[in-house]
């Protein structure tokens, strides 16, 4: 009997969502407006509120190329992001004429660690990048050696919502700035869509005014009182990052409903390393008992003995109707970044080793208990 295909991922959408966006529709504020305001207060209060302020942008990619402009990242400088990432992490530096400087990941959480970020300091080094793989948290250890060397930090927390490292929630540390991605696939999603957010009140300035144009809302504050109501001042080149209120009203009620959403797919994950525990496979990294992993990704790998390659595997999967991806090629074995940096393989052997065994199964939280035991079945068929 053919069974229907089940992606490898698709956005956990209610009728909530729809109403508020079309709400927001009905209501003539198709750009920014109030539903933007209120998705940035209520972000900046899911992560502990206080003095964090959340910039809302219209991707993740535009978040991160905000936070290192605006700690003023430029030409000459190196910025160390891992080689185990997507493409958007890295082509934020080159935006600013800087060169990102890829280094290795732990074999286990395939996240960067502290000894490869260390050897990978220089005196040009502007600022460090680190991906919460899958959306478990880097170590700490790797915060706390960015602070003593007084680099700034800025977290690529694409995977990582909500989730928490044991010592606060991703976004609510020390970090410079941490930017989340609310694109399609992610764990919350706007359509496209992202967050940053940063405790320092300058950061925050400058990522507003440069997110629209280059306009200065201080600037524009200080005439507003004397000069007529189309007086505004630009103040740099800025960009077209800002999101819009549709976007934003979907993404208040993905907002209250991540908790649950995360909840939904760490039980997907706990089914998934109990079916599989007798495999051939090695087993996504949990991280401690003090650790919230966001569970955006679940990653097996391939045993070399198991005999059968990574990509027969997703072949066989497909056959029986199950989409896998793959998280990451890394950075180093594609063209442009492997021509640009001149990084060889061997220079990053975990990455180049681990990328020939990984696949990533679906478990996202809109999967029915059925398509969950689907996957399960598809797996132990395949490996057995
Ligand atoms: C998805 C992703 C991004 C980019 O997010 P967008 O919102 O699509 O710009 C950046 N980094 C990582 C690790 C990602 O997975």
């Given at each position: 009997m053919p069974q229907e295909h089940l992606p490898f991922a698709l956005p956990d959408i209610s009728e909530d969502e729809i109403e508020a966006a079309v709400e927001?529709?009905?209501?003539?504020?198709?750009?920014?407006?109030?539903?933007?305001?209120?998705?940035?207060?209520?972000?900046?209060?899911?992560?502990?509120?206080?003095?964090?302020?959340?910039?809302?942008?219209?991707?993740?990619?535009?978040?991160?190329?905000?936070a290192l402009e605006a700690i003023g990242a430029g030409p000459g400088d190196e910025v160390i992001v891992p080689t185990w990432t997507f493409t958007a992490t890295?082509?934020?530096?080159?935006?600013?004429?800087?060169t990102p400087v890829l280094v290795?990941?732990?074999?286990?959480?395939?996240?960067?660690?502290?000894?490869?970020?260390?050897?990978?300091?220089?005196?040009?080094?502007?600022a460090l990048m680190p991906v919460h793989f899958a959306g478990l948290p880097v170590d700490p250890a790797v915060r706390s050696l960015a602070a003593a060397r007084g680099i700034p930090v800025v977290e690529d927390a694409a995977h990582a919502f909500p989730a928490d490292d044991g010592t606060g929630p991703v976004g609510a540390g020390d970090a410079a700035a941490t930017v989340f991605s609310f694109y399609a696939t992610k764990t919350i999603t706007t359509g496209e869509g992202g967050m940053v957010v940063t405790r320092d009140p300058a950061l925050a300035q400058r990522m507003r005014?440069?997110?629209?144009?280059?306009?200065?809302?201080?600037?524009f504050d200080r005439y507003r009182s004397t000069a007529p109501a189309w007086r505004y001042?630009?103040?740099?080149?800025?960009?077209?990052?800002?999101?819009?209120d549709p976007a934003a009203a979907m993404g208040l009620v993905q907002l209250r409903r991540a908790r649950a959403m995360?909840?939904?797919?760490?039980?997907?994950?706990?089914?998934?390393?109990d079916a599989f525990a007798d495999l051939p496979v090695d087993l996504p990294a949990r991280g401690g008992r003090e650790?919230?992993?966001?569970?955006?990704?679940?990653?097996?790998?391939?045993?070399?003995?198991?005999?059968?390659?990574?990509?027969?595997?997703?072949?066989?999967?497909?056959?029986a109707g199950v989409g896998c991806s793959v998280h990451f090629i890394p950075l180093h074995l594609h063209p442009?970044?492997?021509?640009?940096?001149?990084?060889?393989?061997?220079?990053?052997?975990?990455?180049?080793?681990?990328?020939?065994?990984?696949?990533?199964?679906?478990?996202?939280s809109a999967m029915t208990d059925a398509q969950v035991e689907r996957v399960v079945g598809a797996v132990r068929r395949v490996l057995t």
């Open positions: 927001a529709m009905r209501s003539g504020w198709l750009t920014t407006g109030p539903r933007v305001a209120e998705f940035e207060r209520e972000f900046a209060n899911f992560l502990g509120g206080g003095d964090i302020q959340a910039v809302a942008v219209n991707s993740a990619t535009a978040g991160l190329h905000l890295a082509e934020v530096v080159r935006y600013l004429g800087a290795d990941v732990n074999p286990s959480s395939l996240n960067l660690t502290a000894a490869s970020v260390e050897a990978a300091i220089s005196p040009r080094t502007k005014t440069m997110r629209l144009h280059g306009i200065s809302r201080d600037v001042e630009v103040v740099a080149p800025g960009y077209k990052y800002n999101l819009t995360r909840d939904r797919r760490a039980a997907i994950a706990q089914t998934y390393l650790v919230l992993h966001a569970w955006h990704l679940f990653v097996i790998r391939m045993r070399t003995e198991g005999g059968r390659s990574r990509d027969a595997f997703i072949e066989e999967m497909a056959k442009y970044w492997h021509d640009s940096l001149g990084a060889r393989p061997d220079d990053l052997p975990v990455a180049s080793a681990e990328f020939e065994r990984v696949v990533s199964l679906p478990a996202f």
